[in-house]
C-alpha cells in the first residue's frame, strides 16, 4: 500500500509543473485525496483536495487559478498541474489519502488542519523549486 509522487524540480518563475501521484495496494477509487506542501521552515499547507469519484475539488486561497487537481482512476494516478509557478511555491508536495470517499463527510475538511488526521497514507513528497 502507497503513494508514489513524481514531478517535481527546478523550475523558473511563471513556469509550470504536473506533479503525479501514483497509488497502489487499495482500491484507489474508492478514497478522496489531499496535495499537501510543507514549504522550507514551514508547517503543512493543504493546497487541493478530490472526491473518490473526481467531484467538488476545492483549493486553498493561496493557489486558486493556479492549480488544478484531477484523478485517474483507471490508472490509479492523481495529478496536480501547477501554472504560473512562484518563488513561494518552492515545497515539498504530498500526496495524502482520507480514509473515506467523501472528505466533505468530515466538517474541519480540507480548510483545518485537523482534518490531517483523517489522512491515513502519505508519500514520500515530490520537491518543487522555484528559481531563476
Known amino acids: 500500500v502507497q503513494l508514489v509522487e513524481s514531478g517535481g524540480g527546478l523550475v523558473q518563475p511563471g513556469g509550470s509543473l504536473r506533479l503525479s501521484c501514483a497509488a497502489s495496494?487499495?482500491?484507489?477509487?474508492?478514497?478522496?485525496m489531499m496535495w499537501v506542501r510543507q514549504a522550507p521552515g514551514k508547517g503543512l499547507e493543504w493546497v487541493s483536495v478530490?472526491?473518490?469519484?473526481?467531484?467538488?475539488?476545492s483549493y486553498a486561497d493561496s493557489v486558486e487559478g493556479q492549480f488544478t487537481i484531477s484523478r485517474d482512476n483507471a490508472k490509479n494516478m492523481l495529478y496536480l498541474q501547477i501554472h504560473s509557478l512562484r518563488p513561494a511555491d518552492t515545497a515539498l508536495y504530498y500526496c495524502?489519502?482520507?480514509?473515506?470517499?467523501?472528505?466533505?463527510?468530515?466538517?474541519?475538511?480540507?480548510?483545518?488542519?485537523?482534518?490531517?488526521?483523517?489522512?491515513?497514507?502519505w508519500g514520500q513528497g515530490t520537491l518543487v523549486i522555484v528559481s531563476s
Open positions: 495524502a489519502k482520507f480514509s473515506t470517499h467523501d472528505l466533505y463527510d468530515y466538517p474541519e475538511c480540507p480548510s483545518l488542519p485537523s482534518c490531517y488526521r483523517h489522512l491515513e497514507l
Open positions: 495496494g487499495f482500491t484507489f477509487s474508492n478514497y478522496a
Open positions: 478530490i472526491n473518490s469519484d473526481g467531484g467538488r475539488p
